[in-house]
């Protein structure tokens, strides 16, 4: 892998989701942009986004660097890592060059190995006085879509989690196919159940669907930065203790993730 040390005349562009009502989406991509930025690691940190400003379209007209790396803040490889961020970049793939300038389109966040480490930390961190070998853990993603990649995603972290031994049980749910977040009392058979959301934000389904498919609220509520549904663990429902974690991407960590997606860059195939 190259050195960090290495970026000092390059950019780096973090490519988001974002959301028109969710005042919280952005936040993850923002705030990892920031840390990076003040290591002083890049000539310049951007952020774009599908769905707000600055668009994908706009991306690459807000640095100057010769050489630019854009890693995608997204879960998974899949539709908007193949299609959209490449069409509205017009990326020719990996790698484009273009007007003197070299465009280096990295692996998707999620995909980097360390999300098995930050997944399990978080299912620490909200249940960190309850045995594993008596807790059910339930990694959760979307299901269905037009990104089909992202429910493999979840099941891949969830086969990993399961191998290493330490909880009673793992398995992946979804919020829109089977095996359905909403029946997790029917599939978990521990006492003690943690949900992980396999999210990048603490977005609408994190923080107002999820919480209504497992029982903890009846309606929609506030974004997450304006409600406590995140600290108000563990909850006593349908006769078991349920503690309900972070979307991943919220971790602090996360930010390494991102570097290494850089620094893994000349490791893959053009």
């Known amino acids: 892998m190259m050195n960090l040390s290495q970026f000092k005349n390059a950019a780096l562009v973090i490519a988001g989701h974002g959301s028109t009502r969710n005042p919280d989406s952005c936040v993850p991509t923002l705030e990892h942009a920031e840390n990076i930025r003040r290591r002083g690691i890049f000539a310049e940190v951007a952020t774009c986004f599908w769905k707000q400003e600055p668009s994908f379209r706009e991306a690459l007209r807000m640095v100057e660097s010769p050489e630019i790396y854009v890693v995608p803040n997204f879960i998974s490889e899949g539709y908007f890592t193949r299609t959209v961020i490449p069409r509205e970049m017009e990326l020719d793939g990996r790698v484009t060059v273009r007007g003197g300038r070299t465009i280096k389109y990295c692996e998707p966040a999620g995909r980097h190995p360390l999300m098995t480490e930050l997944l399990v930390k978080e299912a620490r961190s909200v249940a960190p006085d309850v045995p594993p070998a008596e807790t059910s853990l339930l990694i959760v993603g979307h299901g269905t879509g037009l990104d089909s990649n ?56 994190s923080y107002q669907d999820i919480p209504v498919l497992l029982g903890i609220r009846s309606g929609k509520g506030k974004p997450a930065s304006q409600s406590e549904i995140f600290r108000h663990n563990p909850h006593d429902l349908r006769g078991r203790r349920l503690y309900y974690g972070a979307a991943i991407g919220t971790e602090p960590d996360f930010a390494e993730i991102i570097l290494d997606q850089v620094r893994a860059f000349p490791e893959l195939p053009e």
């Open 150 to 205: 992202s429910a493999e995603a979840a099941r891949f972290q969830a086969g990993v989690i399961a191998s290493a031994g330490e909880y009673g049980e793992v398995m992946a749910a979804f919020m829109e196919e089977a095996p359905l977040i909403g029946e997790w009392d029917r599939l978990a058979s521990r006492p003690n159940v943690v949900v992980v959301p396999f999210f990048i934000s603490d977005g609408l389904h």
